[in-house]
């Protein structure tokens, strides 16, 4: 009996002193409902002519979509990407079973990204717009 009742004593403390969990908001997605795919920034990573931005792509499995051309939108600059591997621009691309297609996109912007930065895809179904880093 007195070990049950150490036990309920334990258990009221763990409770009274426990922590608060509190969801992170998920601040990299796209705020579009109407959007055909997501768009969540990974990690960017300086290059010689300027940073790498990787992000993931997630749509409806089996779903196909363009992407015609990325810029990067910092403050009011804009910065058209020079590159992208993972998918090609101008050409259509296909969610495979997961949903998920990682892509790098290159641009010519040699400053620190600041978090306010924003990338703007240009697509066939209309332009999506997400924030370029968490």
């Known amino acids: ?45 300086k290059t010689d002519d300027g ?20 810029d990067l939108v910092v403050n009011k600059a804009i910065y058209p990407a020079t590159d992208i591997d993972g998918v090609d621009f101008k050409r259509y691309f296909q969610f495979e079973d997961e949903g998920v297609v990682t892509v790098e996109i290159d641009f010519p912007f040699k400053a620190k990204l600041p978090k306010n930065s924003t990338l703007k895809f240009h697509t066939v179904k209309g332009d999506i717009t997400s924030p370029a880093r968490q």
């Open 1 to 45: 009996m007195k070990a049950l009742k150490t036990l309920w004593i334990a258990a009221a403390a763990m409770l009274a002193g426990g922590f608060v969990w509190s969801s992170q908001p998920a601040v990299a997605q796209v705020n579009q409902l109407d959007a055909d795919m997501n768009i969540i920034p990974d990690k960017t990573v």
């Open 51 to 70: 940073i790498r931005i990787t992000v993931c792509l997630i749509g409806i499995p089996h779903t196909s979509n363009r992407i015609d051309s990325v």
